[in-house]
């Protein structure tokens, strides 16, 4: 690959789950927060719809009739929880590291378009040792909206410039990235977690599902073969 020389020269990464493992640690903090401020259990078949969503919305969605004082609550011990945990519950994504090096030194533009709060996120890229590696960090401090409002998409390709959106990919594992992604006119491509099934996924605007993302440099040099979209 040569700098330059991709047709898709800005690539948009989400965070948790597309380029940090944190699933895990998502589901043990939301379950401790539950039970530790309301004596909640809940099945994680009920936690999955959220994945990928801001947390405070993911709390007002489980516990609807919760106060502001109890919200704030909960998201205080999640994120406590999550704080102590972090580094040592988190991993790569299976190629994560590895594509992020090799499009950076490539030439290509990179950002991160996180859900994430900037502190923790930060922790999360000094994990993967990628801290360097991207021209563009948006996180849930950044906008007033969050995904699936484009707003975080846009404010991303603002820090990089302005490049015509048809210039980009958003990579993501969730329907919240497709949407956020394919409304600021961005394609979009998803990889496969347990989280979401490639029908949903796809119905949320992927324009390609991925089993990991090993297979996304060769889906972007297709594309490139392919010519102009």
């Known amino acids: 690959m040569q700098a330059g ?10 965070f948790d789950g597309t380029l940090m493992d944190s699933a895990a640690l998502v589901r043990e903090s939301t379950h401790y927060a539950l039970r530790a401020v309301l004596g909640l259990d ?10 990928g969503r801001l947390l405070e919305d993911q709390f007002r969605e489980l516990v609807p009739d919760a106060d502001a004082a109890t919200l704030e609550r909960l998201l205080m011990t999640y994120r406590a929880h999550q704080a102590a945990r972090h580094d040592q ?3 790569p994504c299976p190629g994560a590291v590895e594509t992020v090096r090799r499009l950076a030194a490539a030439g290509l533009r990179l950002a991160v378009v996180s859900s994430k709060r900037r502190a923790l996120l930060r922790r999360g890229l ?8 991207f021209h563009a960090v948006v996180d849930a401090d950044s906008t007033t909206r969050h995904k699936p409002d484009p707003e975080p998409v846009r404010l991303a390709l603002s820090l990089l410039g302005d490049p015509p959106p048809a210039r980009a990919v958003m990579v993501g594992d969730s329907p919240y990235d497709m949407a956020a992604a394919t409304a600021a006119g961005v394609t979009a491509v998803a990889v496969r977690t347990p989280g979401f099934t490639a029908a949903e996924l796809r119905a949320a605007g992927a324009a390609a599902v991925l089993a990991d993302l090993r297979d996304f440099v060769h889906w972007l040099q297709q594309r490139e073969e392919a010519g102009p979209a």
């Open 126 to 133: 000094a994990a993967l040792g990628l801290e360097g590696a």
């Open 89 to 91: 519950a988190v991993r």
């Open 42 to 51: 809940v099945e994680d078949a009920r936690l999955r719809p959220y994945f």
């Open 5 to 14: 020389g991709w047709r898709k020269d800005v690539v948009l990464f989400d």
